[in-house]
């Protein structure tokens, strides 16, 4: 089971990245996807929640109206579009897959595979 994060990287505030999320090893239509950030001495937090569809999401309201997530089950790849990002979206993002077919998951712990995360820097 794996799941690649990559995308990240050196921004300038209200700069755009696209993160994807590559996933093998399981079946990827059967999963939720989750995306988490965590930045230098703060804990974890969830970002973006896509169902295994993709037909549902759901956003923390720091992002929400400038973070979408989307996903391409031929692909076995979820993304994540950053725009407008602020100095506090710094961070290691990790997606996540959560084995559930009927909406997004939010809960951390329902989470059973994570990927290696990848860095995002704004700056200011």
């Known amino acids: 089971v794996q799941l690649q994060a990559s995308g990240g990287g050196l921004v300038q505030a209200g700069g755009s990245l696209r993160l994807s999320c590559a996933a093998s090893?399981?079946?990827?239509?059967?999963?939720?996807i989750g995306w988490f950030r965590q930045a230098s001495g703060k804990e974890r937090e969830g970002v973006s929640f896509?169902?295994?569809?993709?037909?549902?999401?759901f956003y923390a309201d720091s992002v929400k109206g400038r973070f979408t997530a989307s996903r391409d089950n031929a692909k076995n790849t979820v993304y994540l579009q950053m725009n407008s990002l602020k100095p506090e979206d710094t961070a290691v993002y990790y997606c996540?897959?959560?084995?559930?077919?009927?909406?997004?998951?939010?809960?951390?712990?329902?989470?059973?595979?994570w990927g290696q995360g990848t860095q995002v820097t704004v700056s200011s």
């Open positions: 896509i169902s295994s569809s993709g037909d549902s999401t």
């Open positions: 996540a897959a959560a084995p559930f077919r009927f909406g997004v998951v939010i809960a951390t712990d329902e989470y059973d595979y």
């Open positions: 090893g399981f079946n990827f239509d059967d999963y939720a």
